[in-house]
């Protein structure tokens, strides 16, 4: 499978990395070599990268098990967002925190089962980056053996101090330095992008590697899926109704996207980042903020899908453009392929023209 990928490899018109028939190209050989265009490099984004790799390799390991150990369900406590914490997010949020915080490249972190901040403990060298993330995206699937995910997002640090401070976090999406995903579904992928484009890595479990599957993914600019749980149709309000009637072709002369929805974020992005579409998850009367994360989800999932051509929104602005309030702000989202955002953003915009007509 990997030898039959293209012959090279380019990122920004240069070869970096030259497949022959039986060459295997690791997660990190590919980094070095994406290391090896930029010689102002410290070498310390990349260790992120490698210790990210490392923890996913681990959680990857409880969650293939997690039908045999007693580790599926859901804990007596609930995280910040008041929902219940399922086991496995407990277990993979701390790992995470165990495998970056005492590399040096850190200089904080934020997740979305944490509160705060997540400080680097004393003792600890500080790096330059902070590190924000969901550890386990759509943990209420895990008790029906649903596709699951790791979200992250990574900034550089802007305060003087040697701990990172609230104004590291929030920063505006564009800022981002990486950011990536796992899913743990039939076989564990990595995807992740550093601005130069998207690579995806398949795990082999016989090895414990990340394996170059998927180098520069481009998602098409005409979607084929739409993903959004319409039970809540009740709802929103009509610019939104009026943008589904859209995608589903009852409105219009597009042709009618096929709804797939599993109800993963990780999931439902990652099927429409390969095969082209978009996923909604529009603000309503109950949550007329939006109900996702920007910082652990909206934010790192629209740089990926930015790099590999799509484009990301909130109805309103880019994604990656908003400058967040608080650690644990929610956002609406409409995410994949570009003319599909487009359509969200152009009806919006014309419902916003007609109120105040």
Known sequence: MIGALPLPITLAGVAVVQHTATSVVTIERFIIEQERQHPEATGELSGILYDMALAAKMIANKVRRAGLADILGSTEHSNVQGEIQQKLDVFANDTIIKAMDHGGRLCAMASEEEPGIIQIPDGFRCGKYCLMFDPLDGSSNIDVNVPVGTIFSVVQKITR???????????????????????????????????????????????GEFLLSHPNIRIPNDGRYLSVNDSYE?????????????????????????????????????????????????????????????????????????????????????ILDIVPRELHERVPLFIGSKRDVDLANATYASHAELASA
């Not at 589904?244 to 797939?260: F, K, S």
Request: some cysteine; aromatic content about 10%; charged content about 20%.
């Open 161 to 207: 101090g040697r701990q990172g401070e609230m104004e590291d976090m929030l920063q505006p999406g564009r800022r981002q330095v990486a950011s990536g995903y796992v899913i743990y579904g039939s076989s564990t992928m990595l995807v992740y992008t550093t601005g130069q484009g998207v690579h995806g890595f398949t795990l082999d479990p016989s090895i």
């Open 234 to 318: 009740s709802f929103w309000e009509e610019g939104t109704k009026q943008i589904m009637r859209r995608y589903r072709g009852l409105e219009g002369d597009r042709r009618p996207l096929n709804v797939r929805y599993v109800g993963s974020l990780v999931a439902d992005f990652h099927r429409n980042l390969l095969g082209g579409g978009v996923f909604c998850y529009p603000a309503n009367k109950k949550t007329p903020g939006g109900k996702l994360r920007l910082l652990y989800e909206a934010n790192p999932l629209a740089f990926i899908c930015e790099q590999a051509g799509g484009a990301a929104t909130d109805g309103m602005q880019r």
